[in-house]
């Protein structure tokens, strides 16, 4: 199976921030890299797909790159709303694993 | 409006069983990619298993054998049918819509609210 592996896996950070998070695959999976947001309680939520596309709805603050094995989720200036945890997920193999997490706190 | 909805979840001793149930609304189950994807309390996401458009089934390998995916068209619904079950099994189990691309996934583009599944003696 292809791992993945988030950094930092928690961090603080405060209102008006930039803020990024990188993920990094175990081999190649090209562009097949999806962000998810997750609150206390609530299912996850589809951010960025496909390594950069922003899911419809999703706030234009939320940003994504990379390619093949390294990847970032940037958002470019932290919301109150934003504290939460974040996933990226490979979507290339069939076993679509995601990362550890991020956990991002005040 | 695109809707999931699962059931079926609660206490079980080790070794039993579970049938989760995710009724879907606003889309055609049976035309689309379907995953269930669970979390442990406390842990993070861990894909489980997924069903393909044209049938074809897929599973973790912490899973393979003992868990197994279906649905049923005419009710527009996915199942996970659990047995012999862990205690490391215990989690919520969310279940989702998978976006195709033309080579690969794009995401999961709609999850259920989940279902507790608990294991314990």
């Known amino acids: 199976d292809i791992q993945m592996t988030q950094s930092p896996s928690s961090l603080s950070a405060s209102v008006g921030d930039r803020l990024t998070i990188t993920c990094r695959a175990s081999?190649?999976?090209?562009?097949?890299l999806n962000w998810y947001q997750q609150k206390p309680g609530k299912a996850p939520k589809l951010l960025i797909y496909?390594?950069?596309a922003l899911q419809s709805g999703v706030p234009s603050r939320f940003s994504g790159s990379g390619s093949g094995t390294d990847f970032t989720l940037t958002i470019s200036s932290l919301q109150p709303e934003d504290f939460a945890t974040y996933y990226c997920?490979?979507?290339?193999?069939?076993?679509?694993?995601f990362g550890q997490g991020t956990k991002v706190e005040i | 409006e695109v809707l999931l909805v699962e059931s079926g979840g609660g206490l079980v001793q080790p070794g039993g069983s579970l049938r989760l149930s995710c009724a879907a609304s606003?889309?055609?189950?049976?035309?689309?990619?379907m995953s269930w994807v669970r979390q442990a309390p406390g842990k993070g996401l861990e894909w489980v298993s997924i069903?393909?458009?044209?049938?074809?089934?897929y599973y973790a390998d912490s899973v393979k054998g003992r868990f197994t995916i279906s649905r049923d068209n005419s009710k527009n619904t996915v199942y996970l049918q659990m047995n012999t079950l862990r205690p490391e099994d215990a989690a919520v189990y969310y279940c989702?819509?998978?976006?195709?691309?033309?080579?690969?996934?794009?995401?999961?583009?709609?999850w259920g609210q989940g279902t507790l599944v608990i294991v314990s003696s």
């Open positions: 081999q190649t999976i090209n562009n097949y």
């Open positions: 069903i393909y458009s044209g049938g074809n089934t």
């Open positions: 997920q490979q979507s290339y193999s069939i076993s679509r694993t």
């Open positions: 496909a390594a950069s």
């Open positions: 606003g889309f055609t189950v049976s035309d689309n990619f």
């Open positions: 989702t819509r998978a976006m195709e691309g033309i080579a690969g996934g794009l995401g999961f583009d709609y």
